[in-house]
């Protein structure tokens, strides 16, 4: 069975500029979260998607949007970078929304902003 | 605002003692709790959870334990093994609304022989 697959692993960028990352979730689960890891620091969570819906966005400037496609598969946004946007971007995905259903990471992608 | 803290940056432990990783949380709207552990180069892992109307959850060499009026929560490993050395997340769930996951900064365990 396919994990949560997240492409691309690794990326350097320049600021300023615009990045990508997709998400790929494990098959029959519905929703997909984003999380920024800033070294030294926990996951926080930037958005939730169920459904092809956003159900919640954490405290993230509107530089970072995301959306989730008829696939369930997602892709996360973020313009105009900043050297503080340099982390490990982590997509989760569960069966469903409620606290019965666990997450599963990917392994992440980690964006590097010069 | 941390909500969640782990204020053990490290620990270390000789392999085959108890290892126990502290957790304390503000938030008493807080239901669900997970911990995580997370290797180099790979994503957060689920270990296992509890409850906010459980003091206690056991799984092989795993317990949590909650004691919801210290708002702390502990993961106990015993016995300790090299393999268990990794970095330890703690992470809550808010009651109500989606599933948003607050987590700790984390404690990285170091399992020696």
């Known amino acids: 069975d396919a994990g949560v697959t997240q492409s691309p692993t690794h990326l350097i960028k320049t600021r300023g500029q615009q990045v990508t990352l997709r998400c790929s979730p494990i098959?029959?689960?519905?929703?997909v979260s984003w999380y920024q890891q800033v070294l030294g620091q926990g996951p926080q969570f930037i958005f939730q998607y169920y459904e092809k819906e956003e159900r919640g966005r954490g405290n993230f400037p509107d530089r970072f949007s995301a959306r989730q496609f008829p696939n369930y598969s997602s892709e996360l946004n973020v313009n105009a970078l900043l050297l503080g946007d340099s982390a490990l971007y982590l997509c989760a995905s569960s069966m469903g929304e409620g606290t019965n259903y666990g997450y599963t990471f990917g392994s992440g992608t980690r964006l590097t902003v010069v | 605002d941390q909500q969640v803290k782990q204020n053990s940056p490290s620990l270390s432990v000789q392999e085959g003692r108890i290892s126990i990783l502290n957790c304390d949380y503000t938030n008493s709207m807080f239901d669900y709790f997970l911990w995580y552990k997370k290797y180099p180069a790979e994503g957060p892992t689920f270990l296992i959870s509890?409850?906010?109307?459980?003091d206690k959850n056991e799984d092989g060499r795993f317990t949590v334990f909650l004691n919801k009026s210290a708002k702390h929560l502990s993961l106990h490993i015993v016995p300790s093994q090299p393999g268990d050395s990794a970095v330890y997340f703690c992470?809550?769930?808010?009651?109500?609304?989606?599933?948003?996951?607050?987590f700790g900064a984390g404690t990285r365990l170091a399992v020696h022989p």
């Open positions: 992470a809550a769930i808010s009651a109500g609304g989606y599933n948003k996951l607050i």
């Open positions: 509890i409850s906010s109307i459980k």
């Open positions: 098959s029959g689960h519905k929703s």
